[in-house]
């Protein structure tokens, strides 16, 4: 029988996934940052003075357009434009929230086979002949 053993492999050509998925952490961490400062600061709307602003934005949770839906009717113009917000901006967070845990499992996985190796590096699974 014939026995097969593998490529040695070289750490640092394993190494780019990693960075690339700690490039990829930190673009999610980004993503989640904002669509959470936009869930709380709500929308910019016409309130119906013809000027468009920030009605909810305020230094409380009180009067936040995410906890207080009767206030939605305080934008007037784009319509909808608090539902909107909420619906987008939460899709946008739980996305965030996956590709996070996706991008540091990644990065885990890449780490333990640099530090660790495989089996198979470490000769301890034998690959045999047809």
Not at 34 to 42: E, N, Q, V
Not at 61 to 72: V, Y
Not at 84 to 109: F, H, P, T, Y
């Amino acid at each position: 029988m014939w026995e097969v053993t593998p490529p040695p492999l070289h750490p640092q050509k394993m190494l780019f996934p990693v960075l690339l998925a700690l490039q990829g952490t930190m673009g999610t961490v980004y993503r989640v940052v904002i669509s959470s400062l936009g869930l709380l600061s709500g929308p910019f709307c016409d309130t119906g003075s013809g000027n468009y602003t920030s009605p909810f934005r305020n230094n409380t949770l009180e009067d936040n357009s995410l906890f207080n839906q009767p206030t939605w009717a305080t934008c007037l113009e784009p319509e909808h434009i608090v539902l909107w917000n909420v619906v987008l901006l939460s899709i946008l967070l739980g996305i965030g929230v996956m590709e996070a845990v996706l991008c540091l499992s990644q990065a885990a996985s890449g780490l333990c086979d640099i530090f660790c190796g495989t089996c198979i590096r470490k000769g301890q699974v034998n690959i045999t002949g047809f």
